[in-house]
T-cell receptor, first 111, second 111 residues
Framework: QKEVEQNSGPLSVPEGAIASLNCTYS??????FFWYRQYSGKSPELIMF????GDKEDGRFTAQLNKASQYVSLLIRDSQPSDSATYLC???????????FGQGTRLTINP | NAGVTQTPKFQVLKTGQSMTLQCAQD?????MYWYRQDPGMGLRLIYY???????DKGEVPNGYNVSRLNKREFSLRLESAAPSQTSVYFC??????????FGPGTRLTVT
């Protein structure tokens, strides 16, 4: 079992709709969770992080964490074509000095 | 501030040749990381340095060596390149483990 798993997609969403990206992790002691966005040919950039159970909102982005079920999700409201990218989930284990990344989900927003 | 810089941007090597990828950050971060990214594989950690003077293996260290030259610089060396090392290499840094900032990447092809 991979430590961090994502559906590789591609996920296709119409413009203006809500895009939902999911990530599961195997280490129950994991303490920090991150979402990175990566445009084609570019480097990853951090868009959200969440440490506590529940929801965290930042503009059109909402990160949701459920530690009991070991999943973290990213919702993108009012999706725009500029949101088309690969989204990488990353997890920090308890006491770990590194992150473990999932394989990424490719998202396409259709005008 | 330049953030995280990497050199070179592109490189073509023949099997058996050696080379060093350079990475520098100007954000006074303690931790630095080297990842490789292959299609459909997400980001895989090669080596990391949690603080100046320390280095540790990541998920895929075989065939690589690293040097944390000082707080700013972290280099990755391929002693005898193999076609399996064809990839995009990213360097990242963070103040603590959590929010990592990535360089622009090096595209390496080994023939």
């Amino acid at each position: 079992q991979k430590e961090v798993e994502q559906n590789s997609g591609p996920l296709s969403v119409p413009e203006g709709a809500i895009a939902s990206l999911n990530c599961t992790y195997s280490d129950r002691g994991s303490q920090s969770f991150f979402w990175y966005r990566q445009y084609s040919g570019k480097s990853p950039e951090l868009i959200m992080f969440i440490y506590s159970n529940g929801d965290k909102e930042d503009g059109r982005f909402t990160a949701q964490l459920n530690k009991a079920s070991q999943y973290v999700s990213l919702l993108i409201r009012d999706s725009q074509p500029s949101d088309s990218a690969t989204y990488l989930c990353a997890v920090r284990g308890r006491g770990a000095q590194k992150l473990v990344f999932g394989q990424g989900t490719r998202l396409t927003i259709n005008p | 501030n330049a953030g995280v810089t990497q050199t070179p941007k592109f490189q073509v090597l023949k099997t058996g040749q050696s080379m060093t990828l350079q990475c520098a950050q100007d954000m006074n971060h303690n931790s630095m990381y080297w990842y490789r990214q292959d299609p459909g594989m997400g980001l895989r950690l090669i080596y990391y340095s949690a603080s100046e003077g320390t280095t540790d293996k990541g998920e895929v260290p075989n065939g690589y060596n690293v040097s944390r030259l000082n707080k700013r610089e972290f280099s990755l060396r391929l002693e005898s390149a193999a076609p399996s090392q064809t990839s995009v290499y990213f360097c990242a840094s963070s103040r603590e483990v959590n929010e990592q900032y990535f360089g622009p990447g090096t595209r390496l092809t080994v023939t």
